[in-house]
């Protein structure tokens, strides 16, 4: 029998070294008992970069790195197979070239037929991109698990399919108050109130993230002191490629700083309500009183009538200006309140707001006076806001300053500002009082609380000044007699040019409210103001008379029967080539009344009661 020819179902040597020879993947050969190479295949030398030639007869260590070397690894690996018939690991490796492969490496112990060691088989194989590929996945775990670990601002850990807590995080430790040692194993059912753990709540957020993949919710948990937060929470199913659950990722967010914002700020929209129905409600029925004693003030009446009319007036306006304050003051803080934007001069805010106060000046017998440096400085802003500023200011001075006192206003320049101050001799600010003095409801001391109102004024002004880019200080020494001295500053602007205008001669007015004792009152003050005034109670009126009696302005209600005022204005511009000037007089005082006015085409807004200087200026000015 020739070498090729065997019994079936053998193989001889010759089939073995094909069956070898044939293999490209790995690197198969046999080293002596010392470890020189004695065989070498084609997958060798593709694996190892050497020739059949250049390897034979050299010692396997030329394929280990330095540092195996100097540990005696192929020592160790050889005594490993002698003595236990075989050795497997996983490690680098070295080509002839020297790069590094990562090799899968047998290396089994083959004894002769007399059973006495006669070498050793090596088969290799390069798992470089395996290699390769489970770095990155071990990288990427690792930055994933570096950065889970780090994350402060949220509570990130893992459930186990019961629920029980397996991971934590620095942001859990922040968020909940526990170290990893005394909570991992937990339930996680300890984070939650007693009351919302005793309805099973916790096990229903796991059935339903095991049902859909995913729980998201909102509400209390329970930190390690006891104390309790707002919680955004999401859990999260995760599974293996299967589809097998191998637990739930938990991500719990505290919210509780927004939840206190988002209160506040309903707190604040309910409070604006309430303010704009309390100032509505306030308004309508001051305006009758207001209008009927400004009436009786305007006409020959008895001493003592006009006192009492005088008093009537004075209460009416102190009550009108806390309602506007406290309107004012709403709109400030919830951000609703609009600026114009104009050129202001500083000159004629001051005449305006000491005409405005003069009466409460007079009433105490104070002295007021005017000074400045000569300069006329203007700034970019609201002139009715200005005024209010400044008379805010005065009726503060007013208010503390005993009678006989004196008041003093000054206006000057400095390179870029502007500056107002109002000082009077009353008996100043407490020092422990002055850092409250713009806070609101604050009143200083038992001496200024004695004095009532609601401690508006002043955080009003600073809002106030504050929306025109500028600050208010206040000084006082806190010495009865020296008073104290608030000082308005605010950016200047050059002075613009002035162009003049000039007004048509009118006389009828007419007045449309649906009260009847406001718009008695109300047409008693306009023939007092000597206009001819004339009334109707309804819309569809309103558009009859001004069709048909051309009145030269309007006094105009918003809350009307049949139609509403600002439907009365918006068929007046589609009716009526050209309508007459309309005037709002309304309980309605909101900035989006009032702009709702200026969109109607309304030439000004006049809250109720009606600021009788104020009706007179606007007549004035419309009528000539």
Do not use: C
């Amino acid at each position: 029998m020739n070498q090729l020819e065997h019994p079936a179902g053998t193989m001889n040597d010759a089939d073995y070294r094909l069956i070898v020879e044939s293999m490209r993947d790995y690197a198969i050969f046999m080293l002596d008992p010392s470890g020189v190479v004695l065989s070498w295949n084609p997958g060798a030398e593709r694996l190892k970069g050497y020739t059949t030639p250049e390897i034979i007869g050299q010692h396997f260590s030329r394929f280990y790195p330095p540092e195996l070397l100097a540990k005696e690894w192929p020592r160790h690996a050889l005594e490993t197979a002698r003595d236990t018939g075989k050795f497997e690991e996983e490690g680098w490796r070295l080509r002839k070239d020297g790069t590094r492969f990562w090799a899968h490496v047998i290396l089994t112990r083959l004894d002769g037929p007399d059973g006495r060691l006669r070498g050793f088989s090596k088969f290799t194989r390069d798992l470089t991109e395996r290699q390769q590929e489970q770095e990155k996945l071990r990288a990427s775990e690792e930055r994933f698990r570096l950065m889970v670990e780090t994350v402060k601002d949220y509570a990130i850990f893992m459930l186990d399919p019961s629920g029980h807590i397996v991971s934590w995080n620095a942001g859990a430790r922040a968020t909940k108050g526990y170290e990893a040692t005394e909570i991992v194993g937990k339930h996680f059912s300890i984070f939650y109130p007693p009351e919302v753990a005793a309805t099973g709540f916790p096990d229903h957020e796991l059935k339903e993230a095991y049902r859909t993949g995913r729980f998201e919710d909102e509400g209390w948990r329970v930190r390690k002191d006891g104390s309790r937060f707002w919680a955004s929470v999401v859990i999260t199913a995760v599974r293996d490629a299967s589809g097998q659950l191998h637990g739930y990722s938990k991500v719990t967010r505290d919210l509780s700083d927004r939840r206190k914002m988002s209160q506040l700020q309903d707190e604040n929209q309910r409070m604006n309500n309430f303010l704009a129905v309390l100032g509505h409600e306030l308004r309508n029925p001051l305006a009758p009183i207001a209008n009927a004693a400004e009436v009786l003030n305007r006409r020959e009446q008895s001493p003592a009538i006009q006192r009492l009319s005088q008093i009537m007036l004075r209460q009416v306006r102190q009550i009108t200006r806390l309602v506007d304050d406290l309107m004012d003051l709403g709109r400030t803080t919830g951000g609703k309140i609009r600026l114009e934007s104009r050129p202001v001069s500083l000159a004629d805010v001051l005449e305006e707001a000491m005409e405005s106060a003069r009466p409460a000046v007079l009433a105490k017998s104070h002295s007021i006076s005017l000074s400045g440096d000569g300069s006329q400085p203007w700034i970019q802003g609201d002139r009715a806001r200005m005024v209010q500023v400044v008379v805010n200011l005065l009726n503060n001075a007013v208010k503390f300053t005993p009678p006989q006192g004196a008041i003093s206003v000054s206006l000057e320049s400095e390179v870029e500002d502007a500056l107002i101050r109002v000082r009077d001799n009353g008996p100043g600010i407490a020092p422990s009082a002055l850092p409250r003095v713009f806070e609101m409801f604050q009143q200083g001391d038992e001496r200024a609380r004695a004095l009532g109102g609601l401690g508006l004024g002043l955080t009003l002004v600073r809002q106030l000044v504050q929306l025109h880019g500028g600050e208010v200080t206040a000084h006082s020494s806190g010495i009865a007699g020296e008073g104290s001295e608030f000082t308005v500053r605010l950016p200047r602007m050059a002075a613009p040019v002035v162009i003049g205008s000039s007004a048509e001669t009118l006389k009828r007015v007419l007045i449309v409210d649906d009260e009847e004792d406001s718009a008695e009152t109300l047409s008693l003050l306009v023939e007092a103001m000597g206009y001819e005034p004339f009334s109707v109670s309804d819309g569809f009126r309103a558009l009859e008379a001004i069709k048909s009696r051309h009145p030269h302005v309007v006094l105009l209600d918003f809350g009307l029967p049949g139609l509403s005022g600002l439907e009365v204005a918006r068929r007046l511009r589609m009716e009526v080539a050209d309508p007459p000037p309309l005037v709002a007089v309304t309980g309605h005082g909101q900035v989006t009344d009032r702009q709702a006015s200026l969109n109607a085409g309304f030439y000004a807004h006049l809250s109720k009661p009606v600021d009788a200087g104020e009706l007179q200026r606007i007549l004035d000015k419309l009528l000539g």
